[in-house]
């Protein structure tokens, strides 16, 4: 059986950070382009980053360049996303997702977590 699971978020005041951690397994996590996604409450799911299973590259949305850093530890089937200087607009629900088809920052993917919550404080 296939599984993410996030985990790493919380609440935290503005300008602070945060690392999320998405734990998979059940599938080839290092054969997989892994990405994370964020929806706020109103808002469409979007992508935040990704890295792609082929040469480890990796991308983001503009909204975060520069902020965010996505890593991943084939080793321990484990993929983060470090969020730095942290702004109220990055309240959602994180999730990751994976896929083993060419990585991109929109679905659809193959698998999903259940998604935790990341809440920043002005």
């Known amino acids: 059986e296939v599984q993410l699971v996030e985990s790493g978020g919380g609440l935290v005041q503005a300008g602070g950070s945060l690392r999320l951690s998405c734990a998979g397994s059940?599938?080839?996590?290092?054969?997989?382009?892994i990405a994370w996604f964020r929806q706020a409450p109103g808002k469409e799911r979007e992508g935040v980053s990704c890295?792609?299973?082929?040469?480890?590259?990796?991308y983001y949305a503009d909204s975060v360049k520069g902020r965010f850093t996505m890593s991943s530890d084939n080793a321990k089937n484990t993929a983060f996303l470090q969020m730095n200087s942290l702004k109220p607009e990055d309240t959602a629900v994180y999730y990751c997702?994976?896929?083993?088809?060419?990585?991109?920052?929109?679905?659809?993917?193959?698998?999903w977590g259940q998604g935790t919550q990341v809440t920043v404080s002005s």
């Open positions: 997702a994976a896929k083993s088809s060419r990585v991109s920052l929109i679905p659809p993917y193959d698998y």
């Open positions: 059940g599938f080839t996590f290092e054969s997989y382009a």
């Open positions: 890295i792609s299973s082929s040469d480890g590259s990796t």
